[in-house]
Structures are given as structure tokens and as C-alpha cells.
């Protein structure tokens, strides 16, 4: 059974860091690209960041390019969301996700809160 568990979030101030972790079982987690997504109250999933299966292609939704850096531990199966100078337009819902043997996959969550 694919599990996908999200950890990290919190309170934060605007301006202030996260690191967002994502604890991946039940497959083969280095064959798969996976993706960070998020979403506000209110509002959709916003798709946020992906990372190839090897690690070494990146990309990022254009509102998040510069602060926001994704990164995976293959070793460990965790995908890692590196959150600097974060704005109260972060607040989200933030959810690992990926399409493992043709299916999509979603974790429940951590929510992160940017305010002061």
C-alpha cells in the first residue's frame, strides 16, 4: 500500500523558514518523480513543486521560484520542501503527492500558517 506521510509545518512568521518532509512506503520510491502541491482556504490545489526520481531535474511554480527548494532523499524514501522568506500567501495545506503504477497518490497533509 502506497503511503505518503507529510510532516514539518507550523506557525511561522512572515519572513521565517519550514522545512516540509514527506515519509514515502509502500513502493519504489527513487523510480517515481514526485510533486508537492498545496492548497489555501478557499481555494484549489495549486501544484507547487516537482522533483525527477533521480533528483537532479527540478521545477517550481513561478510565485515560489527563489524561496521554495525541493529535494529527495532516495536512501531514506523522503521528499524534502525547503520553505525560506515566507509570506502570508503561503498559508496552505501542503501535500506530497505522485503517480505510482499509474495511479495518483496524495499524503493528508501538514499545514502551514504565516502570520504574525
Known amino acids: 500500500e502506497v503511503q505518503l506521510v507529510e510532516s514539518g509545518g507550523g506557525l511561522v512568521q512572515p519572513g521565517g523558514s519550514l522545512r516540509l518532509s514527506c515519509a514515502a512506503s509502500?513502493?519504489?520510491?527513487?523510480?517515481?518523480?514526485m510533486t508537492w502541491v498545496r492548497q489555501a482556504p478557499g481555494k484549489g490545489l495549486e501544484w507547487v513543486s516537482s522533483i525527477n526520481s533521480r533528483g537532479d531535474r527540478t521545477t517550481y511554480v513561478a510565485s515560489v521560484k527563489g524561496r521554495f527548494t525541493i529535494s529527495r532523499d532516495n536512501a531514506k524514501n523522503t521528499l524534502f520542501l525547503q520553505m525560506n522568506a515566507l509570506t502570508p500567501e503561503d498559508s496552505a495545506v501542503y501535500f506530497c503527492?505522485?503517480?505510482?503504477?499509474?495511479?495518483?497518490?496524495r499524503g493528508q497533509g501538514t499545514q502551514v500558517t504565516v502570520s504574525s
Open positions: 509502500g513502493f519504489t520510491f527513487g523510480g517515481y518523480t
Open positions: 503527492a505522485g503517480t505510482i503504477n499509474s495511479d495518483y497518490h
